[in-house]
């Protein structure tokens, strides 16, 4: 919800609420709706739409459209799809974090949650990810 990526069940699919083979249907649409405070204070709900289509062997997930509502100085609620801005990296500033803290930390997978206890090299790439530190070691050699 946060960064645009599905756990790793749902990316398929598959783990949607309402199966279309069991609904007799070939769409099955559904929304996911966040309220929270961003880091100013200000109240920020957002909604995913997403639809599972049954195709012949698997189903298809994808996003419809996606909706912000920000309250403004004078508490107004302003409406932003995901026609005009990109919500992921509104989420990002919103909540004030980077997408590898808000993945790995905020809003880590029950499946994932124990990155902290994998292989060095595994455990590796994730603090890399989290610290950024790949992305600084590439801007002390442009230097």
């Known amino acids: ?11 398929t699919g ?6 279309p083979k069991v ?3 070939t769409e099955m649409h559904g929304q996911i709706r966040l309220l929270f405070q961003d880091v100013t204070g200000h109240n920020v709900q ?10 012949k ?13 920000r309250e403004d100085i004078n508490g107004e609620p302003i409406q932003i799809t995901s026609k005009c801005i990109e919500l992921d990296k509104e989420m990002i500033t919103a909540f004030g974090v980077s997408t590898a803290i808000l993945e790995n930390v905020i809003f880590c997978h029950q499946e994932e949650s124990n990155w902290p206890l994998s ?9 890399d990810d989290i ?11 442009l230097n």
């Open 46 to 55: 957002v909604q995913r739409t997403l639809v599972a289509t049954q195709k």
């Open 131 to 141: 610290f950024a530190a790949t992305k600084y070691m590439k801007a002390l050699k």
């Open 119 to 127: 292989e060095g090299k595994q455990l590796k790439t994730k603090f």
């Open 57 to 69: 062997t698997n189903i298809s997930l994808r996003t419809l459209e996606s909706v912000i509502i």
């Open 1 to 11: 919800m946060a960064t645009g990526i599905m756990p790793p069940v749902a990316k």
């Open 23 to 25: 609904a007799h249907d």
């Open 14 to 19: 598959e783990a949607f609420v309402h199966d």
